[in-house]
């Protein structure tokens, strides 16, 4: 029965110095070589990890959170950004001095020149400050916008926008996806191209935004080091990223 295995990157394939463990790049190859299929699901834009997906050969993945999904090089699923909605609450967000930063499959542009959230959180990412470009949205399919702002005050942008799913990643960021856009929809258009059933689907991840994601999926793994309401949804919790923690993790499932 073919089987197959989604990872989520920052804190699941990639330590917490964003570097990607050799017991990683081991585990995968060795899974490659037993004939399961392996895939990314990441809330990252394809440009943000062309390098890792050369470094494993995988060419297939669901980025974005769920909202432009890759099988073999190919597009097969976009959900972009309702324009006329981003442009609503690019207007709130100016009123209250919260910048945007707005992201296509090739690259990220900021609605302000410079600003300390924008540029502390995508640091963490190890991603300097994105170039000004406040129309950068117009006319363009964007699949996910990211809010800068204090945790709790993106509550408004809740209540305001229904056509948008918010979620929190950093203290200072906050990822702006379609409503019902998710990475488990976008496994689900993958799954369907392969000709999988959901029993025979893996994931691993460690943030809020693989909760459905590791729902969705036959059996969800988080990670030692991930979030504890990931923990919770979760069908195993492996080891820390830094720990071995996806080697360990594909012994359990006895897929190595």
């Known amino acids: 029965m073919k089987k ?81 909605e981003m442009e ?31 540029e502390e959180s995508l640091g963490t990412l190890k991603f300097t400050h994105p170039e000004e470009d406040a129309g950068f949205y117009k006319g363009r399919k964007l699949y996910q916008s990211l809010l800068f702002c204090e945790e709790g005050t993106e509550n408004q942008y809740r209540n305001e926008f229904s056509s948008f799913h918010f979620i929190r990643w950093h203290p200072y960021s906050v990822d702006i ?26 994931a691993f991840g460690d943030g809020l935004n693989d909760i459905e994601m590791l729902k969705a999926v036959g059996t969800g793994v988080a990670m030692g080091n991930g979030e504890n309401e990931a923990k919770k949804h979760a069908d195993l919790v492996t080891s820390d990223v830094a720990e071995d923690g996806i080697r360990n993790g594909l012994i359990k499932l006895k897929l190595i």
């Open 4 to 84: 197959i295995v989604f990872f989520d990157i920052d804190g699941t394939l990639l330590d917490h110095d964003k570097n990607l463990p050799s017991s990683t790049k081991e585990a995968i190859e060795e899974l490659k070589k037993n004939g399961v299929f392996v895939a990314i699901a990441t809330g990252r834009a394809p440009f943000m990890f062309e390098n890792l997906r050369k470094e494993l050969d995988i060419d297939s993945f669901v980025s974005f959170n769920g909202q432009y999904v890759v099988f073999e090089n190919q597009v097969i699923y976009e959900n972009p950004l309702n324009e006329t």
């Open 88 to 118: 609503k609450l690019l207007e709130l967000s100016m009123h209250n001095s919260h910048p945007v930063v707005f992201m296509n499959e090739k690259t990220m542009k900021a609605n302000v020149s410079q600003h300390p959230y924008i």
């Open 177 to 202: 996806l379609p409503a019902g856009g998710s990475k488990a929809e976008g496994i689900k258009k993958m799954i369907s191209r392969l000709g999988f059933q959901m029993k025979d689907v893996y």
